[in-house]
């Protein structure tokens, strides 16, 4: 009976009386291919789009029967990689050039894995699925820099940096910008566009919440600096409700350039049906308005003890509890 070759690594399978005075041979070269098995390494070059490693029974350069196969070329459409669809497991190292193209590794007539350029892939198949063991591995613990060159994506679980609470900081770079996030750890601090947080939060840069923003147990300061900086808030038909003009150092309700006086109010709503301002006294004995200047005898200071009436020029429409009175005012005294 003639000798028949195992599935997996073609290994010649003699019989009884088979092979006389060549058994030596034959030994020798099953062991090289075991040997290739645990610890070969071939490099192959990608020959066409549908390629696959080379096979031979009992010979000792069997691509396919090592542990190690490096693929290297340039891939001139999307490709596909072949082994027998026999259960085994390669180490994979993709040295190809990819362009536009992709590379895929199966078992013959079965169902690929994709492989990444530049990477290396521990890989083995059942006879009919090449399966990727890092695309669906356990739990892993790195002691060293785990570098990613390609996409990171966390999905279905929770992320934890520095469990331990060393003292370690954490860093999201962006195109431009070093330290476009920055946890600082030995400072407890988080910085957005710095790398030197001054406070548990500090932003560098433009801030917007589309949300809403609860300032809750702490005083707000806006400008501590003292720095030509504007303050504006907006209302649904007023840009300027409410505008401090930093380098004016004035504020103006309803308008953005106050300039009449420090506190102007610009009634921009001519249909509306409302005053400009407001006095609601609620502690019944005090005034609504409590004026503080300097008094003199005649009219060269804020505030005058002159009783003589002067010429009356017009007077000013108020409104007290619902009913419109007049306060009259003089040019002179």
């Known amino acids: 009976m003639a000798s028949t070759y195992s599935s997996s690594l073609n290994l010649q399978l003699m019989t009884t009386g088979e092979q006389s005075g060549t058994w030596g041979t034959v030994t020798n070269e099953n062991l090289q ?175 917007k919440a589309s949300g809403a923003v609860d300032l809750d147990g702490g005083a707000f300061t806006w400008n501590q600096t003292g720095a030509s900086l504007d303050f504006r808030c907006e209302t649904n038909n007023l840009d300027d409700a409410f505008f401090i003009d930093g380098s004016a150092d004035k504020i103006g309700f309803g308008c953005q350039d106050p300039s009449n006086a420090l506190v102007e109010i610009n009634q921009s709503n001519s249909s509306g049906a409302v005053a400009c301002l407001s006095l609601d006294q609620d502690d019944t004995d005090q005034p609504f308005i409590h004026f503080d200047g300097t008094s003199a005898s005649d009219q060269t200071s804020s505030l005058t003890t002159d009783t003589s009436v002067g010429s009356l020029t017009g007077h000013i429409r108020i409104d007290v509890n619902g009913t419109d009175f007049w306060i009259p005012y003089y040019a002179t005294n």
């Open 33 to 207: 291919k075991i040997e290739s098995a645990v610890k070969g390494y071939v490099s192959v070059a990608i020959a066409s789009t549908t390629d696959s490693l080379a096979t031979s029974d009992g010979s000792t350069t069997d691509e396919q029967s090592n542990a190690i196969v490096k693929l290297t070329g340039t891939l001139t459409g999307n490709t596909t990689m072949s082994c027998e669809a026999v259960e085994t497991w390669y180490i994979v190292d993709d040295a190809t050039s990819h362009g536009t193209y992709s590379l895929s590794f199966k078992p013959s007539g079965g169902t690929a894995t994709s492989l990444v350029a530049g990477s290396k892939h521990i890989l083995y198949t059942d006879g009919s699925t090449m399966f990727d063991v890092l695309n669906d591995a356990g739990n892993i613990t790195a002691n060293g820099t785990l570098t990613v060159a390609g996409a990171t994506s966390l999905n279905g679980g929770a992320f934890i940096f520095n469990d331990s609470s060393a003292d370690l900081n954490f860093t999201i770079e962006s195109n431009g910008d070093d330290t476009n996030f920055f946890s600082d750890g030995g400072e407890d601090r988080i910085g957005i566009g710095t790398g030197t947080p001054s406070t548990k939060l500090d932003v560098v840069g433009g801030f």
